[in-house]
């Protein structure tokens, strides 16, 4: 199973083919809306590798940057217009008009030829192919989303019971990964969202340590939203629960990448260069107390002589050492290994 959303076709790559787990039977543009967060936004493969190579796109305008689906996608050029015209600019979070845009513009779902949608079904493709066209506008996303603080609160989406999704969820052999996906800092709103039936079992999962973006002053109605980005490995939580009406509820964190030990550079001690002089230190002693010869200090002017610069590379040196056993002159460099 790929991210939870329709099944794709023409895997690249290692990825697997991603499903989708989405809403039915919601026609309305306000139920619409609410479905965003009635998707399951994670993956057993990382959907990064689709987009791999995003970051090193250029930073353009959202007109240039969604340039490649003009003419695919309809009415494109209106809805960029209303983005531009509706979205939070001048923003407190520096963010420049068209990087508040491209956030306000994924946030209006409500029709298959949104953008949101458009996109949505791209990841789903599992095509890298697909996904290049996105490349710039998603690196327009991006960088408007950097400028955001991280969330602390649970970021939380539902859908109805599905079997498949359980197995994933509880499945210690499989790896987890969040998908770009939008979510609700509100479990309740999640539920209500969910109507159907009022008493059906559903499947609600909370992601924290996701380094989730609170969208909320740069989405449409500045509806509550908190967005993720993909690619977040996911640690399964032992605290998942049951409600009163047999609901499973999941809670996921984002791993956190493991600090990298400091490695030391092999130590290096004074080696004489001179042929059969055979003069070395041992070591053992503290650092940076390298034994074997004696440092010679000056400063280098024009009236240096022989005695003031490196035999070897015949640098004129403020710091040079003399051996101990030969007296020749050399430079740090020239004298460690």
């Excluded at 790896?175 to 479990?187: A, G, H, I, N």
Aim: charged residues 20%; aromatic residues 8%; positive net charge.
């Amino acid at each position: 199973m790929g991210c939870c959303c329709g099944k794709g076709n023409s895997a690249v790559g290692p990825l697997s083919n991603i499903k989708f787990t989405s809403l039915n039977g919601t026609n309305s543009n306000k139920n619409l809306e609410l479905s965003r967060f009635s998707k399951i936004g994670i993956s057993t493969t990382n959907p990064l590798l689709l987009i791999k190579g995003y970051k090193n796109k250029p930073l353009l305008p959202l007109e240039e940057a969604l340039k490649p689906f003009n003419g695919k996608i309809p009415h494109l050029d209106e809805q960029i217009k209303e983005a531009k015209s509706k979205c939070h600019y001048p923003s407190e979070h520096n963010l420049t008009h068209d990087e508040s845009a491209a956030i306000y513009l994924y946030s209006m779902g409500g029709n298959e030829n949104s953008v949101y949608n458009r996109l949505q079904k791209s990841w789903a493709s599992n095509s890298r192919t697909q996904m290049k066209p996105w490349f710039k506008y998603l690196k327009l996303l991006k960088t408007g989303l950097n400028k955001l603080s991280n969330v602390e609160v649970e970021a939380w989406q539902g859908t109805f019971y599905d079997k498949n999704l359980e197995k994933t969820l509880t499945s210690n052999s499989l790896k987890l990964y969040t998908c770009m996906s939008p979510c609700s800092p509100s479990v309740q709103q999640v539920k209500n969202d969910i109507h159907g039936q009022a008493n059906s079992k559903k499947i609600l999962v909370g992601y924290r340590s996701v380094n989730g973006k609170d969208v909320t002053s740069y989405t449409v109605n500045n509806q509550k939203e908190i967005m993720i980005w993909p690619g977040i490995k996911l640690n399964r939580s032992k605290e998942n629960e049951h409600d009163e009406h047999g609901s499973l509820i999941f809670h996921l964190t984002g791993r956190k990448n493991p600090r990298r030990k400091k490695v030391n550079q092999r130590e290096k001690h004074f080696v004489c260069p001179t042929v059969y002089c055979h003069n070395y230190c041992r070591g053992g002693h503290a650092l940076n107390h390298c034994y074997g010869f004696s440092h010679l200090s000056h400063q280098c002017s024009h009236h240096c002589g022989p005695i003031s610069k490196c035999f070897l590379c015949r640098k004129h040196l403020p710091n040079l050492r003399e051996c101990k056993q030969c007296h020749v002159v050399f430079c740090e460099e020239c004298s460690t290994q």
